[in-house]
């Protein structure tokens, strides 16, 4: 059974930093491909940030565009884990942040851990 837990979110002022975690099981982790996604109150999903698994070109990362320099994805195959490192955090990165695990045709979600922004 694939099972993707997220957590680290919370209630964190404009300006601080937060880090989110995902651990894995039921997959081989290291080939997967790993993303946060995120969805604002009465908005759509959309793809955070993403980092690429596999024997080759594993680790290469990528932004949406109003995070960049912001925030970080890493992963630790030891560990099975994907981590977001989420810096300068504003108001309109409130949102509920879900994980997602992706190889060819499986496709994975967690459940979502919830990420406020307010003052």
């Known amino acids: 059974q694939v099972q993707l837990v997220e957590s680290g979110g919370g209630l964190v002022q404009p300006g601080g930093s937060l880090r989110l975690s995902c651990a894995a099981s039921?997959?081989?982790?290291?080939?997967?491909?790993m993303a946060w996604y995120r969805q604002p109150p009465g908005k759509q999903r959309e793809l955070v940030a993403s980092i690429t698994g596999g024997i080759t070109g594993s680790g290469i990362t990528n932004y949406v565009d109003s995070v960049k320099g912001r925030f970080t994805i890493s992963r630790d195959n030891a560990k099975n884990t994907v981590y977001l490192q989420m810096n300068s955090l504003k108001l309109e990165d409130t949102a509920v942040y879900y994980c997602y695990a992706s190889l060819r045709s499986q496709n994975y979600w967690g459940q979502g851990t919830q990420v406020t922004v307010s003052s």
């Open positions: 039921g997959i081989i982790f290291s080939f997967f491909t």
